[in-house]
């Protein structure tokens, strides 16, 4: 068994990381600057976005979306109960109504059907999260969006680097918003993009920053002007360049830490060929970005449940996570909306089979045989043997 603890999440940081922010420190330039300027030009190279636009978290994203968009009380929101508060927790914030759809069985994704069950004269817009790296159907979404004039607003916090049919998540001309916390993908600590269209972006700008008519930067630049104006009372969401100056250079190795993870997703799906599991699915269709590695514990097969699974792996130093708790399971939601467990009857199975493996480029060889290793021991420990006759 390992000696020391493996944290479910390492960030990877390099030298370069830390020299970049170190510059930007000196630079005399700390809040949205220069670097945050070149990020967003980077990040929409790399996503081949109309337009970007930083900010200091994911949820700030999708509120600003939603807020652009004037959806607001009277509007419903479809989004899936398979996913982080935030995505959730903005619709409220803007006084309009979340109206869950449940997931597919296999990707855990928002399942087109239900969404369509779901639209009523209220509805004004989809919020479609790639839960763990995988897209959804943006086809199927694509259309429901259009045949029933709806916004569509992408959560992409687990997919920076995914791809549907080829088209990176994030080029599109709707708003899709991005996470760059201190467990996603590409960090910056604390952090996030909002891609779309450039008219939509430059609304959001406003919106984002005080709701002022003109930025920091162009105001305090040599030759700048002192003028501004408020013109709606905005929110204070931008991005710093100490953060930018990380996303900068995890952009620049980004795409051998999206490698390495799909290397390990690869081993562990080969070790955990089993009729006890299930094992994360990609279809052909995608390039998964491999947030997490999800996998669930087939009904019946082991004599303990998916809390005991954990407690065991916690046991062998091995640090594991559950993603997510579905909505309807938390108290406000609950509450509020009358749900019960199984009113998405495939999430809330999903969730008790659940546990999102460590999953991350700083994890060594070791590291991952000594996941592999404790899963399969877990199996053989708890295995239901057939009664002798
Ligand atoms: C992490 C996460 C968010 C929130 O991202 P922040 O950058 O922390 O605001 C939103 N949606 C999903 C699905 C997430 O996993």
């Given at each position: 068994m390992r000696e020391k603890f493996l944290s479910f999440s390492l960030p990877f940081v390099g030298q370069e990381e830390i020299d970049e922010v170190v510059e930007a420190l000196r630079s005399?330039?700390?809040?949205?600057g220069p670097r945050t300027r070149q990020f967003e030009q980077e990040f929409r190279q790399y996503t081949g976005s109309p337009g970007a636009l930083a900010l200091n978290s994911c949820t700030a994203g999708l509120h600003v979306a939603l807020k652009v968009l004037n959806i607001g009380p009277g509007d419903e929101v479809i989004t899936t109960p398979?996913?982080?508060a935030a995505s959730v927790n903005v619709i409220e914030h803007v006084g309009a109504t979340p109206v869950l759809a449940d997931v597919e069985p296999?990707?855990?994704?928002?399942d087109p059907v239900q969404v369509e069950k779901a639209i009523t004269p209220a509805t004004r817009a989809i919020i479609a999260v790639h839960y763990a790296g995988h897209p959804v159907e943006l086809n199927a979404i694509r259309n429901i969006a259009s045949q029933h004039r709806l916004h569509l607003i992408e959560d992409a916090a687990h997919a920076v680097g995914a791809e549907f049919h080829g088209e990176p998540i994030g080029c599109g001309d709707n708003f899709t918003a991005f996470s760059f916390y201190?467990?996603?993908?590409?960090?910056?600590?604390e952090g996030g993009m909002l891609t779309g269209n450039q008219e939509l972006l430059d609304r959001a700008r406003i919106v984002s920053l005080h709701?002022?008519?003109?930025e920091a930067w162009s105001r305090y630049?040599?030759?700048?002007?002192w003028a501004y104006d408020i013109v709606e009372p905005g929110f204070k969401y931008n991005m710093t360049d100490i953060q930018a100056a990380l996303g900068l250079q995890q952009l620049r190795r980004f795409s051998w830490m999206q490698e390495r993870r799909a290397q390990i997703v690869q081993q562990y799906n080969q070790a955990f060929q089993s009729a006890a599991f299930i094992t994360p699915v990609t279809r052909d269709s995608v390039r998964n970005a491999h947030h997490l590695y999800v996998l669930r514990i087939r009904e019946g097969?082991?004599?303990?449940d998916r809390n005991q699974f954990i407690d065991e792996m916690t046991a062998r130093n091995i640090g594991t996570s559950v993603h997510?708790?579905?909505?309807?399971?938390h108290s406000f939601y609950k509450n509020k909306?009358?749900?019960?467990?199984?009113?998405f009857p495939v999430a809330h199975g999903a969730f008790q089979q659940m546990l999102s493996l460590p999953l991350s480029p700083s994890m060594s060889d070791q590291d991952v045989c000594d996941v592999i290793e404790a899963v399969l021991d877990i199996r053989s420990k708890f295995a239901r043997r057939r009664m002798a006759a």
């Open positions: 005399g330039w700390l809040t949205s398979i996913t982080f296999d990707t855990l994704n928002i201190a467990t996603k993908n590409l960090t910056t600590g709701g002022m008519n003109r630049a040599a030759g700048g002007k097969e082991l004599s303990i997510f708790i579905p909505i309807h399971m909306y009358g749900y019960t467990p199984n009113s």
